[in-house]
């Protein structure tokens, strides 16, 4: 696969704030590549930056193959971008701001009727943009950025203040373009968003990426522990509990047990489970997310 | 770029028009008042004395056209405000459209609605107060386009600089009572004493 975007030792500053500080990374073709970290960390510039929408203070930055600065209109005319908190004109129609984004390109443009209709538009084809939802508006700015079939799309905190029925087939629809051969280079601050799409994801803090992997290998790396919670009357069950490879603590509060270790200690203990014949009557597992790879890394929640 | 030109030029138009408030006072309002004034500054004067037939024949089509020009402006100076606020601008920035074909579009919108109030008022002029004079209609029509034309450059630096539709309202406002008085263009609008 080979690099859509090289980013290399970005930085951007705003007077005295430094908002993106000596950023790399690259995002290879046909990914879903994410942008993660709390609001203010600095995500939004470097997307613009790779828009051609800010000028970097300095380091590189190569999309397509094009310099975003410099060839920002033949750029632009090979990406689809959906920005954070835009606005269309409060009276423009559905169809007639798809109408005006195609005839903005020079390559042609996909069918407009057909778009709007694969996003479940088709009823709002005649109303004002001010009328629309917030998910209806959502869809229409993925149309928008869809319109003149980009080989890469960038989606800015795409499905923020949505209901979850709404993010849920916004999800669907992004995966849709990454099988249509796309690269999606993505901003979230949402944790499930980006382990239920992205295929990798930096994390980014102060302007900073702190690490970059796949979301499984992240957690793997950065949070290993696993916790297993159930609930037995057996009298001898924490004695074989401790037992258990890889477990580091045994808590217990009445008949509820927490098993805590590392390694492949669900499996281990439903092993011991069935060995010692221990009747349970609840079973949970607790696996760590990237929103712990977070608190893990910057020491704090990335809803602070 | 010009079909896109063309297409924002369209769309901008009809959604200016969608706004029932916006296209009666830049459109309708300044017809009604060249109307109302032209029927005040008649009344107590025969239909022969010259003072009052001069004022509706050039004193009173100059304060409107004024006028015309003034609330082309204004709303270009509110909706470009808008448009930089609420991140319009922005959202057509990230396409291929150049800055300078969204401001065409806009200048094109506004120099149309103001030849159309225009030819608004000179129908209404025809018809309520028929003169005997060659009015230079083109001459002048030319110079009320180009003059507007000139407003509107005022009208883009203060949409470009203030932070909100409502401060820049108010700055454009201060601009022209400023030009207009510095311009002597006072003299041209007094009434005449029977």
Request: glycine residues 8%; proline residues 4%; aromatic residues 8%.
């Amino acid at each position: 696969m080979l690099p859509t975007i090289t980013v290399s030792g970005v930085r951007k500053t705003y007077g005295r704030t430094v908002a993106v500080d000596e950023a790399s990374f690259e995002v290879m073709e046909g990914e879903i590549f994410g942008l993660i970290g709390p609001n203010g960390a600095g995500k939004t510039t470097t997307m613009e930056c790779i828009e051609g929408l800010r000028k970097p203070d300095r380091g590189t930055i190569s999309v397509l193959g094009l310099d975003p600065f410099r060839q920002v209109y033949k750029l632009q005319n090979r990406i689809g971008v959906q920005l954070q908190q835009a606005q269309l004109q409060k009276r423009i129609k559905v169809w007639e701001a798809v109408d005006l984004w195609a005839s903005l390109y020079q390559k042609k443009s996909v069918d407009g009727t057909r778009l709007l209709e694969q996003l479940g538009l088709t009823p709002k084809r005649n109303a004002w943009f001010m009328n629309l939802s917030g998910g209806q508006k959502q869809r229409l700015f993925i149309a928008l950025a869809l319109i003149n079939d980009p080989e890469l799309v960038f989606l800015d905190e795409l499905t923020t203040g949505l209901d979850p029925q709404s993010r849920r087939a916004i999800w669907e629809l992004v995966r849709s373009i990454r099988e249509r051969g796309k690269t999606v280079f993505l901003t979230t601050h949402l944790m499930e968003e980006a382990e239920r799409l992205c295929d990798r994801v930096a994390i980014m803090e102060h302007g900073r990426i702190i690490d970059i992997d796949t979301p499984l290998r992240l957690v793997a790396r950065h949070c290993p522990e696993r916790t297993v919670v159930l609930t037995t009357v057996d009298a001898g069950a924490a004695e074989q509990f401790n037992k258990i490879a890889g477990v580091e603590s045994v808590g217990c509060v009445g008949d509820e047990f927490t098993i805590r270790g590392q390694g492949d200690l669900v499996t281990e203990t439903i092993r011991c489970l069935g060995e010692n014949r221990i009747h349970v009557t609840d079973f949970r597992t607790i696996l760590p997310n990237l929103e712990d790879v977070f608190l893990k890394l910057t020491g704090r929640s990335i809803r602070e | 770029m010009l079909r896109g030109l063309m297409k924002l030029t369209w769309i901008e138009i009809k959604i200016f028009l969608r706004e029932p408030l916006g296209a009666f006072g830049t459109i309708v309002f300044p017809v009604l008042i060249f109307l109302a004034v032209g029927k005040f500054a008649s009344v107590g004067f025969p239909a022969s004395v010259l003072s009052a037939s001069r004022f509706t024949q050039v004193g009173l089509p100059v304060m409107v056209s004024l006028l015309i020009s003034i609330s082309a402006v204004l709303s270009l100076v509110t909706i470009i405000s808008i448009y930089r606020e609420g991140g319009i601008l922005k959202r057509l920035r990230a396409t291929p459209l150049r800055p300078e074909t969204i401001l065409t579009a806009h200048v094109l919108v506004k120099l149309i609605l103001t030849a159309a109030t225009l030819v608004l008022m000179i129908l209404a002029g025809k018809r309520y107060y028929p003169a005997d004079i060659d009015a230079p209609l083109f001459s002048f029509t030319i110079a009320l386009v180009i003059s507007t034309w000139s407003i509107l450059s005022i009208g883009f630096l203060i949409a470009s600089i203030v932070p909100t539709a409502r401060f820049s309202q108010g700055c454009f406002f201060l601009s022209i009572h400023c030009r207009r008085c510095c311009g002597g263009l006072r003299g041209c609008c007094r009434l005449p004493t029977p």
